[in-house]
């Protein structure tokens, strides 16, 4: 049986300033299991800033969770033998985040968020897959048994090419945004009918790709959440005070009045499952993104600027070093599962969740193996997709195109066919330009991106030949 | 919200002498939800005597479930409102199942059960699909929402019938055969590890038919139960003392070394998760069923004849009236699931449990919307099968073949085709007979039972024009 | 055996100008088969019209089919123990068309036709569709047995309502863009290497739905025409000289220079095969329909008008009536395969040709039951679709948008939830306006064509109710 | 474009003394191609005899068809530059047949061919599709791009594994057999209804696997001939007049009264297309093979023994000798249909004719990959199945369980589980024997063919370990 005071840890991405915080904080309130973490990061100053941070956390008398942690310096150092891989990085750097997000903008292309699907979430997969199928070789090879858990984005792709480099991985990918609907769906139940549910009284079932999410059904204790959902849309028919999102969870300082979500419901009778921010980029682009104004009066949510990220990095990094230099870790809830997951595949408490993960058959009208975000069951060693049925018919038009798009997008980055990956991005729902105008897009943004793309000359060289 | 005080279940077969008092018992030990309970059985007199016997145990102040017992004459009465249907009938009598079972002996098939497959299931269903018909028209009538749990034999056939004729039924079918199997994995694991696991600790995947399930995975707290099994097996070639079975669960008096399920399982790589004797049934006759001297000396295991059935129920109807007259009723510890089920449907507690419900994808290599047993995941009005993989290519060639005769005898027995019901008994693994011989016995049966036969005329007004 | 001179034919919208008198050519120069042809048609007159032109020819000596023409005034006389039946209806006049194709120009949506997709081919679809309802229900009752042609657009989803209401019906539809692209292939053949090749000898594999069809494979006699086509593209850059296309068959006097089908074959690797007019409105509205000026100067095609519709039917009708007072009918090659396709479901020659049938697993990456466009087998009473295996990945994620739109269109029109078809609307390819926008020219549309529309009421009852 | 006169053929097995001389034979009748056939056979010998052979008769001027024959002492040679690849084989020696066929007498298991399925038809496999890994390896290096066509049995698993270890093989198996049963609903009409029709207006639907393969539609210009069909067996209960069948085409001197076809029509609905002595080994061992008496006396057809193919072998032998040494080759009508595939292939006249091949969606309810037989459209370079819809549920039960059967025999040749292997040799339908008996048939059968076998010294390492 598993010694649960001996579980290895690897992290990828481990010099980061916010995620790897949040994993050292659960682990060490709770007091269950224990072991070693491995950090490893191309910033390999980050990893030993955090590999500090981690041991002064553990040698603190008042922490339960006891944890050894070790900044690596080869991914195999952090691999062999793990028995987890958690996967955080940023592909490229904000730089690069910049291009991505803003110079659409040129062409009259908005993207609150820019990192998962749209111009930006295309270039980034460009230049972020291969890197994870260097992730799939390598923990094919030191460790093919352990449990792979995903955090970056676009999540769809990266795990997509987790499986398709290693199709025995058993990999899934973890995002809290449903999170915030439930405990949305919980407030109006306390608002209209006096009732207090936690998040996870909410019971989904759901259907979509991350950060296109949709909760077809919704229940507390078995009573319909639907109707109730459908009457609050009509007394707010204007969507929620924007507000700063103090007590809507995981949303952080970003604004919403969540009327993205409300006019999504009113179409297809799903409730989508994600901030508005993320929602608005998987909708044709004069939906909801066809200009600022669209955008900031309308429907009332916030185009994330890099600037602010590079600044709220800053900070990050700086509290990062205030706690390196002693200032003692404060704890807080962070709302997070990780740890709970991996406790469950420990055998340490079944859960259900959701999770994004191959089709396997879970969702009825989407393909296999492509990657979807629905309910899954956790137990020791064992992640098991419950049955989600059918995306609703109108809505699977939607999610049926960023399928192909994801698609079209792996095969292309993976296999250095850019002018695939053009094709797939001229076909965009927030691409409402002409081809040439698209070209050039495409083209300038690649350039800002060379650096991490391998396949970038053989393009450059093709491109001369054709005109179209 | 619900109101949990004000439940109403129906039970068709509420006559009966045995589940019954199961579910009396297990409401009363349980006090989370009250309401009514509607005994509806063409035994009216049956059903008369639960009432009571009901009642009489809501009245006891040491009982903190309160339920209401009422008789029913019709099955209107019981279903109208209700929130659960319960069916547990016994098609036929004693009599027509002495013919199911015993005729085919002459024959020299020998079925240590008889009521889900060779000659005496399917004859059985015959029977007993036009009644399930009825019902699924009634609920579909009457409480089109309610959960309707199944627990009569041939239990793949029973649902498949109701979801056939009222498609939207939300219907499952139950049964606690699998419980016996982890329970024998958790003994294994505390003779040879000390371990002491409740049954449901052992967490399971499983795939095939009702009494031909198999486990493709066994785990408790994530360690690979499998190779513990294999070497428990090889320890024991001739499989484990024949016992009366006192400390294995739910297989009452019935003699098993469990010789079958071992070599099953030395064939398959799969643990089969039912009693030897319904196993047996599934196989080529040859295999374990081929006389008596194979079934009792070499594998160890019992017929069971219907006079012991018809002298049980003797002694369980007396029961009933000592119970009836007053004698204070024993609580016990059922070891059935159907309330915790129930209560799950109301909100009252999530979890994982095998039912009998259509394939909708859970199982990748049986066809669509047959009936297959596997894991589902209950909570508040929700049934969702987890994933389950694929049956194992060489053991599909078994299941595949028993899916089949269950779509042809279900065909044939709301159509009347008894030509083609024929057609698969003849081909069914146990009837290793001459085709002469096979259609004999089939009218001797037939005509055994043709007063619960619907369509009997119009087969044997056919039979003369045909040689084949 | 059947009486190959006592073939009846029902003509749905044999009051037509054009397509009834090359069905009447057809026939009259085939001698093998003759019989009745029933001619109904809302238009009585046009009916009574085309049954003496049909009449005066096959009373000609040197014609050698014989047929008997025969108006019939209601849809049962003309269906009542047909062999076949014709379908080629106008759903509604040229003025609701005028307002399909032209209205959407206010709002800087262009359509070089407008009867298959965009918001024309829509609202077209919402007022056809229930007509077909009622043509499936009379062929249902009076000639279940009859083989069903469509020529009426929109195609996929006329016949799509034919299987819905009547799934056991013998249907399909025909249309010959895809033989245009066969001729340009073999002029290709032609002009670069000598060959002279038939439109039928160029050898294909299709995929796609009506006019957004595909030929993933080309060959003539076995050799691969797909890198001879890419090499001629590359030799015309900026497509073919524009011409009338006297000699590029059956695009009449449309004008096109073939290079949005140049064009998505650079794209996606298979040659697009309708024309380019077709092809355009299935793709995002600023690819090839951004203005007038990129429809007409860059790509070289026309956008048709319904005045231009409306002065060719003025002088189709004038020789129709010229030939109904006398004037001999000229014989052509109309190239049209429909008599061929009867004669072989009669038994008289087997071939392979193009049709839109449903996906009975033909299509691999398509979903079951949606028409797909691809190569079948016609023979003796049986038409039989060839594996053509699956859509090129980067392609289906247009292909897979337009199925499900169709999906969605066909529900809302037969179910009269146009909120849905709405919904469908506002996600068309070549609507790339703001919602608000998009719900006015929708609600507009409507209006223009409501005479047509059995749930408008309901529609614009529930209207006032919302404000998404 | 291709060369007619410079096809390459090779031809493994190309010392063969029957089927290498009716490849003569139409090959010279035939003048549109001439070219190369390359003779590959272990037996050098046998293949120098047929090179004089077939260059003798190109030499001839009354022969229109000229091909130069060389017999080639490597694959190499044989397949470098191939533009088909005939594959005829017979695996092992008549010595290794012998004990296939008749060893499981000694158990009651009577086997008509022996080489298909049953006993004989598994241990053949074994042996057999190492050798065809080989072949598919040496295609794939030395002629990726050649049409492979295969005679040899067992036909199915053949096919099957040249597609697993080379995915891209253009593939397929022929077999004459549907012709024999289109052959004989031609004389049915012609005698019943005085038409004269020839076996390719028989048109089919065709589903099932080799050797048990059923017509679910068959039709003579557009007539269904399913109810003439039932109703000329209803005139022959006893079958017809056990005959030598001059007049059936392809069933040589193989006695025949049709009883087993007629009796599985009648239980089944569809027309069984092949010989009675394949089918019935298909089928549960007692309905058919029950002793020599129900063979010969009750359903009277014949047990093949390998005697007689010894001593036909000795004949046909001698004749090729005859041959060699001048005496002039006599041309017949085959029947067969290579030469007409070929040139299908080369562009050369389209057809429809039936194929073994993958299921690629042709067949609905068989899983996708398996080898199925249906009709296919053969045209340049293309092979296309057509859609064959479903195998009726009822008989779906038998053909799904030899397509289990061929799966799980197929994984254990390649795999070396012969432990497997046996897995489906108890379950097979003609092994209704014990299974020590059977384990101890399949221990004598592997003994005998030894050396052949590549895994034999590994599974009898392993025996000694189990006892089940």
């Not at 916010?18 to 100053?45: K, T």
């Not at 399928?403 to 695939?420: C, N, P, R």
């Amino acid at each position: 049986m598993k010694d649960y005071n001996d579980i290895k840890i690897a992290y990828i991405g481990g010099g980061s300033r916010a995620w790897a915080h949040n994993l050292m904080n659960d682990l060490a309130l709770d007091g269950s299991i224990g072991g070693e973490v491995r950090l490893y990061d191309i910033d390999f100053e980050g990893a030993k800033i955090n590999e500090k941070i981690g041991n002064d956390i553990s040698a603190r008398a008042d922490v339960k969770g006891k944890w050894r942690y070790r900044a690596c310096e080869t991914i195999k150092a952090a691999l062999v033998g793990a028995d987890f891989v958690l996967i955080s990085i940023l592909p490229g750097s904000f730089d690069e985040m910049e291009s991505d997000v803003h110079l659409p903008e040129e062409y009259g292309i908005y993207q609150p968020v820019g990192d998962s699907t749209g111009p930006g979430g295309i270039v980034r997969a460009l230049r972020c897959l291969p890197m994870f199928r260097d992730f799939a070789l390598a923990i094919e090879k030191y460790c093919p048994e352990a449990w792979v858990i995903n955090f970056t984005n676009p999540m769809s792709v990266c795990v997509r090419t987790l499986y398709k480099v290693f199709p025995k991985i058993k990999a899934f990918g973890c995002c809290h945004e449903v999170f915030g609907t439930q405990k949305l769906l919980a407030n109006i139940l306390e608002e209209k009918y006096g009732i207090k549910a936690t998040r996870d009284e909410i019971r989904t079932n759901i259907v979509g790709v991350n950060h296109f999410t949709f909760l077809t059904e919704a229940k507390y204790k078995g009573t319909d959440l639907l109707p109730i959902y459908d009457a609050y849309i009509d007394e707010h028919p204007n969507g929620l005070p924007q507000t700063a999102d103090a007590k809507h969870w995981a949303n952080g300082a970003y604004l919403t009045t969540e009327l993205v979500k409300f006019t999504l419901f009113k179409r297809y009778g799903a409730i989508a499952a994600a901030g508005d921010r993320h929602l608005a980029e998987f909708c044709p682009g004069k939906w909801f993104l066809a200009d600022r104004e669209t955008v900031e009066k309308k429907y009332g949510f916030s185009l994330t600027t890099v600037a602010w990220r590079k600044q709220e990095f800053a900070e990050r990094k700086k509290r990062a070093l205030d706690y390196y230099n002693g200032e003692p870790f404060k704890f807080k809830n962070t709302g997070e599962e990780t740890v709970r997951q991996i406790k469950a595949l420990l055998g340490l408490g079944d859960f259900v969740t959701n999770v994004n993960i191959p089709n396997v058959g879970q969702v009825e009208n989407n393909p296999k193996d492509v990657i979807v975000e629905t309910n899954a069951f956790f137990s020791g060693n064992s992640v098991k997709p419950l049955q989600a049925g059918k995306v609703p018919d109108a809505l699977n038009a939607l999610v049926m195109r960023i399928i192909e798009e994801q698609e079209t997008v792996t095969d292309a980055a993976l296999s250095g066919d850019y002018e695939k990956a053009f094709t797939a991005f001229l076909n965009n729902p927030n691409v409402c330009i002409a081809a040439d105008k698209a070209r050039e897009l495409f083209d300038r943004m690649l350039k800002n991106t060379k650096a991490y793309l391998p396949y970038y000359d053989e393009y450059i060289g093709r491109r001369g030949k054709t005109t179209y």
